[in-house]
């Protein structure tokens, strides 16, 4: 860790919640701002974060199916205005090549006038059009579907106003995109998707999302419907987590993809496409994350355990990291990732205010008096806190001193442990800020307070009067639920909050990221 991360305090998050963000990513190393405006530079631990994410949701993406393959990331500009509504939604966002080589003129570089593109060519925003061009060529009947094909790739839109993982000119994501016979059977894959990305969300990052689909002013530029997963951050806010689109027959349409159906007549193939980004490690930061540093669940941690040896004499030295050698073979040999840190010159403090603030879930103490009594030091992240707990007292209790054999065994239930409580501890902040709310004022009193949240409202109103709400309330439809999504207490009919018209059920409305 650099000296200057090491020293740095976060800044807790009643004071400051943004730049509390900004301090445990800059502690725990995850990332920071490269000399391109909006864009990052992922480091080491933080892109071993994502690397874990991959492997996870790959998985998933396999079990159901799916293949990975490349598509370029430059599109040519034409291809992009096929789609009228796709063309118009990305276009503010888009970085544009117009010139391909440089010279050297009066001791300066600078674009040579001569190397201007017979067709600009747009830096990928998303796939579609350019994907869809490629599917023209591979599909041809029935025969040939479904296609099931994501993609793992960089994409560019060029953001205004950018936060580090949350919204950034570059991020890296995955990319889904499917064709398929039907409408019935591109809306299965598309509802699949979603549930892919919910599962995974809540049993591997440990955070609970609310399913449900986009109004129609939220919606995909292009898509017929999206889908979406929305969490709440400890602040309250919502953050989309990860989307699926139905596309109807729209890029098919746009780059004449037809097939021949089994009834020998030939027509326009279904299309989906769904992706989660670098964003869920924004997601993971502001979900568990305390004034301490990173919270990491230990299915996404990059380090299961840390063992710090304790010693000050030279032969103190030899039989802590002897012990420390053996403790740490044990454990790898249970299928988990240890770091033994045995760095010479800095003092065990130090090692631990580090490895907590990147979040490892678990350090072990190995010191002279565990050795002579056979035990070691046991020390969780966190804990669920206990009301009036001071943090001295939480400290204590999160330390535990076990005879040898039994502390080794006890590692792997108590990653499960944990996990489990950082699942139950989101969603207990989820239900404490979330309310029912069936009258204007009420609204604006949830949203003018201090804690703000999810708001289970009704809703029958115009596209304009929902963005007009919006900017009133500086609040959004996160999403229409699925009907399952919705709590007990707040489902049924009612009456629209602003317009009094009939609702046939509520939608959720919060602040967003």
């Given at each position: 860790?650099?000296?200057?991360a090491e020293q740095t305090p976060v800044t807790p998050r009643s004071v400051d919640y943004a730049q509390w963000y900004l301090d445990v990513i800059k502690r725990a190393e995850l990332a920071e701002h490269s000399p391109v405006r909006g864009c990052m530079v992922i480091r080491?631990?933080?892109?071993?974060?994502?690397?874990?994410?991959?492997?996870?949701?790959?998985?998933?993406?396999?079990?159901?199916?799916?293949?990975?393959?490349?598509?370029?990331?430059?599109?040519?500009?034409?291809?992009?205005?096929?789609?009228?509504?796709?063309?118009?939604?990305?276009?503010?966002?888009?970085?544009?090549?117009?010139?391909?080589?440089?010279?050297?003129?009066?001791?300066?570089?600078?674009?040579?006038?001569?190397?201007?593109?017979?067709?600009?060519?747009?830096?990928?925003?998303?796939?579609?059009?350019?994907?869809?061009?490629?599917?023209?060529?591979?599909?041809?009947?029935?025969?040939?579907?479904?296609?099931?094909?994501?993609?793992?790739?960089?994409?560019?839109?060029?953001?205004?106003?950018?936060?580090?993982?949350?919204?950034?000119?570059?991020?890296?994501?995955?990319?889904?995109?499917?064709?398929?016979?039907?409408?019935?059977?591109?809306?299965?894959?598309?509802?699949?998707?979603?549930?892919?990305?919910?599962?995974?969300?809540?049993?591997?990052?440990?955070?609970?999302?609310?399913?449900?689909?986009?109004?129609?002013?939220?919606?995909?530029?292009?898509?017929?419907?999206?889908?979406?997963?929305?969490?709440?951050?400890?602040?309250?806010?919502?953050?989309?987590?990860?989307?699926?689109?139905?596309?109807?027959?729209?890029?098919?349409?746009?780059?004449?993809?037809?097939?021949?159906?089994?009834?020998?007549?030939?027509?326009?193939?279904?299309?989906?496409?769904?992706?989660?980004?670098?964003?869920?490690?924004?997601?993971?930061?502001?979900?568990?994350?305390?004034?301490?540093?990173?919270?990491?669940?230990?299915?996404?941690?990059?380090?299961?355990?840390?063992?710090?040896?304790?010693?000050?004499?030279?032969?103190?030295?030899?039989?802590?990291?002897?012990?420390?050698?053996?403790?740490?073979?044990?454990?790898?040999?249970?299928?988990?990732?240890?770091?033994?840190?045995?760095?010479?010159?800095?003092?065990?403090?130090?090692?631990?205010?580090?490895?907590?603030?990147?979040?490892?879930?678990?350090?072990?103490?190995?010191?002279?008096?565990?050795?002579?009594?056979?035990?070691?030091?046991?020390?969780?992240?966190?804990?669920?806190?206990?009301?009036?707990?001071?943090?001295?007292?939480?400290?204590?209790?999160?330390?535990?001193?076990?005879?040898?054999?039994?502390?080794?065994?006890?590692?792997?239930?108590?990653?499960?442990?944990?996990?489990?409580?950082?699942?139950?501890?989101?969603?207990?902040?989820?239900?404490?800020?979330?309310?029912?709310?069936?009258?204007?004022?009420?609204?604006?009193?949830?949203?003018?307070?201090?804690?703000?949240?999810?708001?289970?409202?009704?809703?029958?109103?115009?596209?304009?009067?929902?963005?007009?709400?919006?900017?009133?309330?500086?609040?959004?439809?996160?999403?229409?639920?699925?009907?399952?999504?919705?709590?007990?207490?707040?489902?049924?009919?009612?009456?629209?909050?602003?317009?009094?018209?009939?609702?046939?059920?509520?939608?959720?409305?919060?602040?967003?990221?």
């Amino acid at each position: 860790m650099n000296p200057s991360a090491e020293q740095t305090p976060v800044t807790p998050r009643s004071v400051d919640y943004a730049q509390w963000y900004l301090d445990v990513i800059k502690r725990a190393e995850l990332a920071e701002h490269s000399p391109v405006r909006g864009c990052m530079v992922i480091r080491p631990h933080g892109y071993a974060i994502w690397e874990k994410m991959q492997r996870e949701l790959d998985d998933r993406f396999k079990a159901t199916g799916h293949v990975n393959a490349y598509f370029p990331m430059f599109i040519p500009l034409s291809f992009l205005a096929r789609e009228e509504q796709h063309a118009a939604g990305f276009a503010k966002e888009c970085a544009v090549v117009t010139h391909y080589r440089l010279k050297s003129q009066n001791g300066e570089v600078v674009v040579d006038p001569d190397s201007k593109l017979e067709e600009p060519l747009v830096v990928r925003p998303t796939s579609e059009t350019i994907i869809w061009a490629q599917y023209k060529n591979w599909i041809q009947s029935y025969r040939d579907l479904p296609l099931l094909i994501n993609q793992w790739a960089n994409v560019v839109r060029w953001e205004m106003r950018t936060r580090l993982f949350l919204r950034t000119t570059e991020f890296l994501w995955q990319e889904g995109h499917t064709a398929h016979a039907t409408a019935e059977e591109a809306i299965e894959e598309a509802r699949r998707m979603l549930d892919v990305y919910a599962d995974f969300a809540e049993n591997v990052m440990a955070v609970p999302v609310i399913k449900g689909c986009k109004t129609p002013g939220e919606r995909f530029a292009g898509a017929v419907e999206t889908y979406c997963i929305e969490g709440m951050m400890q602040d309250g806010k919502a953050l989309q987590m990860g989307t699926s689109h139905y596309l109807g027959q729209n890029f098919a349409k746009s780059a004449d993809v037809t097939f021949l159906n089994r009834q020998g007549q030939r027509e326009y193939v279904y299309a989906t496409s769904w992706g989660v980004s670098t964003r869920l490690i924004g997601a993971l930061i502001m979900t568990h994350s305390d004034d301490n540093g990173l919270v990491l669940p230990p299915k996404l941690a990059p380090i299961h355990v840390v063992i710090v040896p304790i010693f000050k004499t030279d032969t103190e030295k030899s039989r802590t990291l002897e012990e420390a050698g053996r403790v740490a073979a044990e454990l790898r040999a249970q299928g988990l990732t240890v770091k033994l840190d045995d760095r010479d010159g800095i003092m065990p403090g130090a090692k631990f205010y580090e490895w907590e603030a990147k979040g490892v879930p678990l350090r072990i103490e190995i010191g002279p008096k565990d050795l002579d009594q056979g035990s070691l030091c046991l020390v969780r992240r966190f804990l669920i806190e206990q009301p009036g707990e001071s943090a001295a007292d939480q400290r204590k209790r999160r330390k535990q001193f076990l005879p040898r054999a039994e502390a080794l065994a006890s590692v792997r239930p108590l990653l499960e442990t944990m996990q489990r409580e950082l699942l139950e501890r989101a969603r207990a902040l989820r239900a404490a800020r979330s309310r029912i709310i069936n009258s204007l004022a009420e609204f604006e009193e949830f949203f003018r307070g201090d804690t703000p949240g999810f708001a289970w409202v009704h809703w029958a109103g115009s596209p304009e009067q929902e963005e007009e709400f919006g900017k009133r309330f500086e609040t959004s439809i996160r999403c229409i639920p699925f009907p399952d999504q919705i709590p007990p207490a707040a489902q049924g009919p009612g009456t629209c909050l602003l317009t009094g018209q009939p609702s046939s059920q509520r939608v959720l409305m919060a602040r967003a990221y």
